[in-house]
């Protein structure tokens, strides 16, 4: 099953919320990883890890750097 923009962003938002301590709200796609929400290298994998389990896709390490901001995740969760 395909999962809209609005179902990955909602999603993804829980997922900063529980591991990296962002209201969920605070989280919209333009926003950056690093430079908005604040999220550390290690933080980024478990976050990684979680929307791999959420959306049932794989994001490899080599790939995880390239993910600089939500949007980014949402295109590569879509594609």
């Not at 550390?40 to 478990?46: A, I, K, N, R, T």
């Amino acid at each position: 099953m395909a999962h809209t923009e609005q179902d990955i962003l909602a999603g993804l938002g829980e997922i900063i919320d529980e591991i990296a301590g962002v209201p969920a709200a605070e989280v919209t796609a333009e926003k950056s990883f690093v430079d908005d929400l604040d999220i550390d290298s290690l933080s980024m994998v478990e976050i990684a890890v979680a929307a791999q389990d959420k959306f049932g896709v794989e994001i490899p390490d080599d790939q995880l750097k390239d993910l600089k901001t939500v949007q980014d995740v949402i295109n590569f969760i879509q594609k």
